[in-house]
């Protein structure tokens, strides 16, 4: 059974960071470029950042860079994500996917799992 599941979310207040974790289970890691995306209140939902599967590339959404950082652990079968710098406008859900020998900035539509999504809440 194909899992992916997000946590550490949270609330924090603005300028405080937090980290990510998304485990994956029941499919090879290792084949899948992995994103993240978010969803804020009243908005669609939108990418973050994607890394390749071997850790190679990075990519990420113009409003989060320099503040988030994308890594993943294919021996640990998780990927994370390192938020620095928070805003009230990064409050939203935040989803992990994957995307079987994807890019790493695929589209949407091109991802084949997706998890449940953890909630941040940044407050100002």
């Known amino acids: 059974q194909v899992q992916l599941v997000e946590s550490g979310g949270g609330l924090v207040q603005a300028g405080d960071s937090l980290r990510l974790s998304c485990a994956a289970s029941?499919?090879?890691?290792?084949?899948?470029?992995m994103g993240w995306f978010r969803r804020a209140p009243g908005k669609e939902r939108e990418f973050v950042a994607g890394?390749?599967?071997?850790?190679?590339?990075?990519y990420y959404g113009d409003s989060v860079k320099g503040r988030f950082n994308i890594s993943r652990d294919n021996a640990k079968n998780t990927m994370y994500l390192q938020m620095n710098s928070l805003k009230p406008e990064d409050t939203a859900v935040y989803y992990c996917a994957a995307d079987y020998l994807g890019s790493g900035r695929a589209p949407e539509y091109a991802y084949n799992y997706w998890g449940q999504g953890t909630q941040v809440t940044v407050s100002s």
């Open positions: 029941g499919f090879t890691f290792s084949s899948y470029a």
């Open positions: 890394i390749t599967r071997s850790n190679t590339n990075t």
